[in-house]
């Protein structure tokens, strides 16, 4: 009953006592009671959730994704995050106050950056493996990736947009308006290009987009959490991989595994992005410490 109900639910299921779960659970008594502990029992002695089995059907995976993305983009280009909230902030429903964007308005880098980062966790969150982790763990791997997903979706829309460098809308420069012209434009450039100019070297489609994107938090992701959590993204992990692995033997025939391995790369140009973006991040500091960046952004790098 308690993994139906957590399966079937959109919350993940509650510890018994928030805060000392862990340790009360250690006795008997208390252990029985615990809806958190019960579940990762039931997945420890390999009961399926339920979303496995609808995820044998591969166009399903990629039309939810799609779907989700497309609600981001829309969120993206027609509202406006009007506070500077750091992470747990933006978590809160009553903290972020969600404008209407109107036509007149014409954004900062920071104000794209506050909504690419808003709609970022948006879509994470609506993730079937992120509903099915305690508050905790899902709060942790949404903390450790939201930023360098959010410099993913930068690109892959600048890539979609037909750019060569990553920009967002209106010809708006990712990096601040108040940065000096003392920074090594090679580094700045790097961090403009590498991910784009890969995408457009692939042709990358939407749909292996998506797919690289997902495959990459939960790899990341797996990697933050207990066991019990670890083997429910890992399951996820090797779905959405097959998943992407079909999609490329479908487009490419003989040719589908070096496309597979192709995508499956990008994840390495990622993180030489977000080593490059902590090295300019680092120069912002040394050279201009004032700099008026996000909160969410100062707490990232």
């Not at 982790?133 to 939201?146: C, P, Q, R, T, Y």
Request: hydrophobic letters at 40%.
């Amino acid at each position: 009953m308690v993994f139906r109900r957590a399966v079937n639910s959109k919350k993940p299921p509650k510890s018994c006592n928030p805060g000392e779960c862990p340790q009360r659970c250690l006795i008997a008594e208390f252990k029985q009671k615990c809806p958190r502990r019960k579940f990762y029992e039931c997945i420890n002695a390999n009961m399926r959730i339920a979303s496995f089995d609808i995820y044998s059907n591969k166009f399903k995976l990629i039309q939810d994704l799609m779907s989700s993305d497309a609600e981001r983009q829309k969120i993206f280009y027609t509202c406006h995050v009007t506070a500077d909230l750091n992470f747990e902030e933006m978590l809160d429903p009553k903290l972020v106050k969600l404008c209407k964007k109107e036509m007149d308005v014409v954004f900062t880098s920071h104000d794209w950056v506050a909504i690419e980062a808003f709609t970022t966790l948006e879509f994470m969150k609506r993730i079937h493996f992120v509903k099915m982790l305690n508050a905790d763990e899902a709060n942790l791997i949404l903390k450790h990736s939201f930023f360098t997903l959010s410099i993913v979706f930068m690109a892959g829309r600048s890539y979609f947009d037909k750019k060569e460098f990553m920009v967002f809308p209106g010809k708006v420069d990712v990096f601040p308006e108040e940065i000096s012209d003392q920074y090594p434009l090679d580094l700045l450039n790097r961090i403009r290009c590498r991910l784009i100019s890969k995408f457009i070297e692939l042709r990358i489609t939407t749909e292996e987009f998506l797919l690289m994107v997902i495959t990459y938090f939960c790899q990341i992701s797996s990697m933050l959490v207990g066991s019990s959590a670890k083997r429910i993204i890992e399951e996820y992990l090797s779905i959405y991989l097959s998943t992407l692995g079909i999609n490329c033997n479908f487009r490419f025939q003989k040719h589908g595994r070096i496309r597979y391995l192709n995508i499956i790369f990008l994840s390495q140009l990622i993180e030489k992005t977000i080593e490059d973006l902590a090295q300019l991040f680092t120069l912002f500091q040394l050279n201009q410490p004032t700099l008026p960046l996000r909160k969410l952004v100062k707490e990232s790098l």
